[in-house]
Structures are given as structure tokens and as C-alpha cells.
């Protein structure tokens, strides 16, 4: 847009009313207008949101008097050295192992997904499988944490569908493992972990589709044309040019999975979660600080994961 | 059209359908269990079925509560997080700055941050000034992370917008509102009723940031959760789950429906 050119010659005479001068100043100031567009939103979610976030970061580093229980509003670290202990410090491997477990499957299965829907379907059936993930993926988070509590409770629709097929031991044979395992899948890491890939799966799907929607279809026949086969043709022209578009998925499934604390507690082992952990600390336990201070972990991981996903190229396919 | 579905690889329907059929048959089990005439446990197949859980269900008082706070919940955050979305959408989309990208990335940080994290951190904002809870600070932390929603689809839609339209408007003699009510309007109109509407659904089904900052009030996801730890009478919970997905099923619907022809915008064509 020219602003310039409006200003140095102007072909219109001045509009007359409120409105009309208004549309002059903003036509010849556009970073004026810009300005006070973004006023709002950015006043609502600095004061609220980071405003929040401040006060958070700030009670991390306060302690908690083990005799009062009460917070001690000095400044100190801690808290922070409390994470390191065994017990804290296994809660947050395992969910950091559990988050990245959850965003390999995810991408795993999301990309036929996604690819068929990109490359293959077309009018109905590109409406099918848009409806196919959008729907479950905007469906009420707890009615899916629930639906799989009834897949995989000991009565359950699974242990069902093993006794009609007549496999139970193979059940029983995965039930067995160690540490995964458990009496029933609802109370095991593995119905964990399902129900995880279940949930956030579907957001890994809409970015890997945009990004292979924008591979050129010439680039892969170029592929094929010089000789290359379809694995070549994957490895070397397809995956590289999806790769934004997971790395973009990925911050959700692994963001979102690094925070829940509502599907380990209804489908999962006692062993806790960072955000079990948050949790109880902020609730029952009472201890703000270290809540606190275990947030300020996926916050740390989640930055620097933006940090390298703005490096890919992934904000442009978000 | 040389690429059509017939023509692709076999694994790859194969792999592709499972994965849908792994998204969809867990939904569609909630609607078996709204009938089944099993109370206690969860038995499968059901032993018998029933409607008798509509009727207890629709007498229950608890749940209309809970239904209708969430409602107003979402309207409200809905309405905040369609101006706020709409105004960030306007400004980074039409004009380039300093700071652009930080603002899309403060749009974007209270959804890719764990929903805790919000949570948490609003507790302790409203437990360090004394904010005492209320509908308010159920809005509040609703409206934050709505307005992504909002301003992703209004951000596609302007890219996808002409600028030459605006600069046309304003050479025939019309004011900015004027051009903003003839022009832009009809333009994004349905990506921010879209927007709006996946808004509305994020909001009615919110349950991490809610736990935080709901206090003693019950958001219908919040009477869920406590039935879900706590159950109290199971087949009403089925039935409650049923019908919410029922009713998230419209708004999704309904805003595949308005942006679906986005491509054929005014100008897209530039």
C-alpha cells in the first residue's frame, strides 16, 4: 500500500464527517491504525496470560517452611533443587519419555492419514476425511479419556474382543511386562500411552497435510521419472518437504501430552506425571513453590522445542 | 486428473483407514453405552438396552447446572476471542512491523504451553492479588486461549483476501467503515463465524485451564471429571457423554461448511 503517494499528492479532497477524517488519518498513518488494532489483544494476553506466567515464575523461586507449611516469599533456589531429587526427577523422564513415545506414534500413524487425504482424495472424499479428523478431534476431550476407559477396563470391550478371538494369553503375556504392564490395560502405561495417541494424534495430522499439500506433484513424478522407487522417492523428495509440517504437529502432541495430568489419572498406573505432580503440589499438598517451579520444566522444554521448530520452517505450516 | 484414489498404493488405504477407523470407534462406543441396561461396571456387550437413562438423566438438576454455566462460559469467551482474534488477524496479516512475530507467537504460546501451565499460573496471578473466583476467571483463561482459534482462521482468510479490493473501495470514495462493512466484512465473515464457532467448542469442552480457575462452579466438563474419578450414577454420565458429542458434532459441522469454499473468496485469485 502506498502510503506516500497519499500523502505527497492526494487525488480526493479531505472527507468531511468523523468517520470520513478518521479514514484520512489512518489512510495516511497505517501504523496508527495497526497500533490500535493490536492494542487490545495485546494488552489482553500480556496482562493476562504473560502477567500470569510472571507471577508463576516468581513463586518458583520461593521455598516452603517444612515445619509451617507455610510459602517463605524469599528469593532462593531451593525448590529448584528439589526437582533434582529421585523422586522428582524419575516424574519428569518419564514424562518427557511418555511425550516423545506419544509424538513418534503420532506421526506414525498420522501420515497415511494425511498423505491420502493430500495427495489421493479428492471432492467427497476429500470432505470425508477432513470431517473424519476434524470430528474427533473436536470432540469433547473427557467423553474420548472415557470412551477408552471403557475399551480398556478388565470387563471392557478389549478384554472381549481377546476372549472371542480366543487370545487371552496374549493379553495376559502383555499385561505380564514389567513396569508397562498392570492387572488391566486401564491401570497400565500402555493404556497410557493409547489413550494419549488417541487424543492428541488428530493434531498432528492437519499440519503433516498442509505440508505435503504443498509438495508439487511434478517434484515426485521427477522422482520416478529419473529412476527413483517409491521409497527413494519417500526418503528423499516427500518426507524432507513434510518435515516442517510434523515438526509443527509435533508441538502439540508433545506440548500437550508433557502437561496432561487428567488422562494418567483416570487410564494409568499411580506413578505420576509432571502434571499430576503440579497438581497435587498446588492442591493437597499445598506446596505453590514447587508446583510452580515443575511448570517452569515443560515451559523450558516447550521453548526450546519453539526455538528449533521456528528453525525448521514449522511456524509456516502451523 | 491423472491422481485419483483408485490409484493409490494398497498399504496406504490400508494404513489410512485403520488409523480412521482408530479415531472413530471409540466415539462411536459412547453411543452404544447411553443404552445399555448395565449400571455398575462396564460390560461389554451390553446385556441389555434401555431408554430409561434419558429420563433420569434429563431430570437431573446437577446437570443442567453445569450445562448451562459452561454455555454461558463459551459465549462470553467466544465473543472476547472474536474481537481480540479478528483485530491481531487484521493487523499482522495486512501490514508488516516490528514485533510481528512475536505477536503470533503470543497468540500461540497459551496453546502450545501445556494447558496447566495456563492454569497454574492464573491461580497464582488470582491467589497473589486476591481475585476471588467467579464466572470471570473462568472467562478469563477461556477467552486467552480462544482467541488462536479465531485468529488462525481470520489470518488465512485475509491472506487469502485481495488487498487491491480495500485500495479499490477507498479510490471510489468510500470511508474505512465503510470499506470494513461492504468489503472486509463480507470478505472474512465466514471464517470468523468459523473461527467463532471452534472457538465456542474449545471453550465448552475446556477442563484443564477450568479446574484452576472454576473454585467451587461446575463447567459441564468439570461434573464430568468428578463422575469420571467419583461415579456417582454411571449410565447418566454415558448419556451426558453422548449427547455432548452430539453437540459438538454441529458447530464442527457447521464450520466445515462455511470455509470450505474459501477458495473461491473475492480476489483469491490474485
Known amino acids: 500500500m502506498s502510503a506516500e503517494a497519499a500523502d505527497t499528492g492526494a487525488i480526493l479532497p479531505q472527507r468531511g464527517g468523523l468517520s470520513g477524517r478518521l479514514s484520512d488519518l489512518f489512510w495516511k498513518r497505517p501504523g496508527l491504525l495497526v497500533f490500535l488494532m493490536l492494542t487490545p489483544p ?40 528439589e526437582l533434582l531429587r529421585p523422586s522428582n526427577f524419575d516424574i519428569i523422564m518419564r514424562t518427557v519419555v511418555m511425550a516423545a513415545l506419544v509424538t513418534l506414534a503420532s506421526a506414525i500413524i498420522a501420515f497415511p492419514i494425511a498423505y491420502m487425504a493430500a495427495r489421493y482424495a479428492r471432492g467427497k472424499w476429500k470432505a470425508l476425511f477432513y470431517l473424519g479428523v476434524m470430528l474427533p478431534l473436536w470432540s469433547s476431550y473427557l467423553v474420548k479419556v472415557y470412551a477408552w476407559k471403557l475399551i480398556l477396563a478388565k470387563e471392557g470391550i478389549l478384554t472381549w474382543l481377546f476372549e472371542v478371538l480366543h487370545i487371552t494369553p ?15 490395560l486401564s491401570v497400565s502405561y500402555i493404556g497410557t500411552f493409547l489413550v494419549f495417541v488417541y487424543v492428541w494424534m488428530p493434531y498432528m495430522i492437519l499440519p503433516t497435510q498442509a505440508a505435503l499439500e504443498r509438495v508439487p506433484i511434478n517434484l515426485t513424478d521427477a522422482s520416478s521419472d529419473l529412476g527413483g522407487n517409491p521409497w527413494q522417492t519417500f526418503r528423499h523428495v516427500i518426507f524432507p518437504l513434510a518435515l516442517p ?20 489419572q483416570i487410564v494409568g498406573s499411580s506413578r505420576l506425571f509432571i502434571g499430576q505432580a503440579v497438581y497435587t503440589q498446588q492442591g493437597t499438598a ?8 515443575f511448570t517452569v520444566v515443560p515451559i523450558v522444554i516447550m521453548g526450546f522445542y ?13 | 486428473m491423472r491422481s485419483d484414489l483408485d490409484k493409490a498404493p494398497w498399504g496406504l488405504k490400508l494404513a489410512a483407514g485403520a488409523g480412521l477407523l482408530y479415531l472413530f470407534v471409540p466415539l462411536l462406543i459412547i453411543f452404544v453405552y447411553a443404552f445399555t441396561t448395565e449400571e455398575k461396571s462396564f460390560v461389554w456387550p451390553p446385556p441389555g438396552l434401555t431408554l430409561k437413562w434419558f429420563a433420569v ?15 454461558q462460559v463459551a459465549a462470553v469467551a467466544t465473543a472476547i476471542a472474536m474481537v481480540l482474534g479478528t483485530l491481531c488477524a487484521a493487523a499482522v496479516s495486512q501490514t508488516r512491523f516490528f514485533g510481528r512475530e512475536m505477536i503470533s507467537l503470543l497468540v500461540i504460546l497459551p496453546i502450545a504451553l501445556p494447558g496447566i501451565i495456563t492454569g497454574i499460573a492464573l491461580r497464582s496471578a488470582f491467589s497473589m492479588f486476591e481475585i476471588p473466583f467467579s464466572f470471570w476467571t473462568i472467562v478469563l483463561g477461556h477467552a486467552t486461549f480462544c482467541v488462536v482459534v479465531v485468529y488462525n482462521n481470520a489470518v488465512a482468510r485475509f491472506r487469502r483476501t485481495s488487498g487491491s479490493l480495500i485500495e479499490a473501495s477507498m479510490d471510489l470514495g468510500a470511508d474505512g467503515f465503510q470499506t470494513f462493512r461492504y468489503v472486509i466484512l463480507p470478505n472474512i465473515g465466514t471464517a470468523l463465524l468459523a473461527g467463532g464457532m471452534l472457538a465456542f467448542a474449545l471453550s465448552f469442552d475446556e477442563v484443564i485451564v477450568t479446574t484452576f480457575t472454576a473454585g467451587q462452579q461446575q463447567t459441564l466438563p468439570l461434573w464430568m471429571l468428578e463422575e469420571l474419578i467419583r461415579p456417582r450414577q454411571r449410565p447418566v454420565t454415558n448419556v451426558v457423554a453422548m449427547v455432548v458429542v452430539l453437540v459438538t458434532f454441529l458447530p464442527i459441522l457447521l464450520a466445515f461448511y462455511l470455509t470450505r469454499d474459501g477458495d473461491q473468496v473475492a480476489g483469491a485469485g490474485k
Not at chain 1, 496470560?49 to 533456589?77: A, H, K, M, N, R
Not at chain 1, 509440517?245 to 508433557?258: D, H, M, P, Q, V
Not at chain 1, 519453539?306 to 502451523?318: P, S
Open chain 2, 57 to 71: 438423566t434429563w431430570g437431573r438438576p446437577d446437570v443442567w447446572v453445569a450445562l448451562s454455566l459452561s454455555l
Open chain 1, 170 to 184: 496374549i493379553l495376559d503375556a502383555i499385561l505380564a511386562i514389567p513396569v508397562i504392564g498392570g492387572n488391566s
Open chain 1, 306 to 318: 519453539l526455538w528449533m521448530a521456528k528453525r525448521q520452517g514449522a511456524f509456516d505450516a502451523l
Open chain 1, 42 to 81: 495485546v494488552l489482553w494476553l500480556g496482562i493476562v496470560y504473560l502477567g500470569s506466567l510472571f507471577t508463576l515464575l516468581i513463586q518458583s523461586f520461593y521455598s516452603l517452611d517444612e515445619f509451617s507449611g507455610l510459602v517463605i516469599p524469599e528469593f532462593t533456589f531451593k525448590t529448584y533443587a
Open chain 1, 286 to 293: 499445598g506446596n505453590i513453590p514447587l508446583a510452580a517451579a
Open chain 1, 245 to 264: 509440517g510434523i515438526i509443527a504437529g509435533s508441538i502439540f502432541t508433545f506440548s500437550l501430552t508433557l502437561g496432561d495430568y487428567i488422562i494418567p
